[in-house]
């Protein structure tokens, strides 16, 4: 029996990433090691500093922090994930463990009908038929594709064989790591928000993902998050 799920999971596991990073890097220009101090001061009195730095894409000072995400997500969704190539990956490995039979359906609120030409595509609304649809036959193609991978392993098929019959609508799970103007790109490719300057269309799977960490992220800095959203969701 398959699990379906039609969520993705996101947590937050180790950081080293607030405001302050992006001052004190910032001011190493003109007040060398004395740029140290900004690690005891209010980031608040210096929210200008950042705003400037982000409106004229000074884009270094973003790079001395760090976030490691651990993720949840069909493996489709990582296939358009790796292509972000400055962030560092760890997922796991079905050559090394049995993989589980969780599997991605889209929730009642994702929207199934593509409509229009490359580069003007707009999603609408399936139709309830549709959505049953969608959901039956995905599972009976899960379903179809988990026996026959456990039927090759219970046959003593290597388990890195095995897997190539299962679809990238499994579930896989990974550790991956970024500084703020890593993920301030990723996500002004792969959320869509109407504060940005550049419209971006991303698949709504990657998308959820995206959300998950901008709330997250939101929290450790709020000042360089604030100056992101005021400057048009553009990595400096």
Known sequence: MVKLQSDVTVELVKHSASDSDVLWAARVSTAGEQSLEEIHKDPEKSKGLINFLMRDRHGSPFEHNSMTFFISAPIFV???????????????????????????????????????????????????????????????????????????????????????????????????????????????????????????FPQREIEMVGEKMEALWAELMPLTHAAFNANGRVSP
């Open 78 to 200: 990582f296939r358009e994930f790796h292509r972000h190539r400055v962030w560092s990956y760890n997922e796991e490995s079905g050559r090394y463990r049995e993989l589980q039979p969780n599997f991605y359906v889209p929730g009642p609120d994702r929207k199934l009908v593509q409509q229009g030409r490359p580069g003007k595509y707009e999603f609408v609304d399936g139709t309830p038929e549709q959505y049953d649809l969608v959901s039956s036959t995905m599972e009976d193609a899960y379903e179809h594709a988990y026996a026959a991978y456990q039927k090759m392993l219970e046959a003593g098929v290597a388990r890195e064989v095995a897997r190539a019959v299962l679809p990238v609508g499994l579930f896989s799970s990974m550790y991956a790591t970024c500084n703020a103007r890593a993920l301030m790109h990723f996500l002004s490719l792969r959320t869509k928000d109407d504060r940005a300057a550049v419209p971006s």
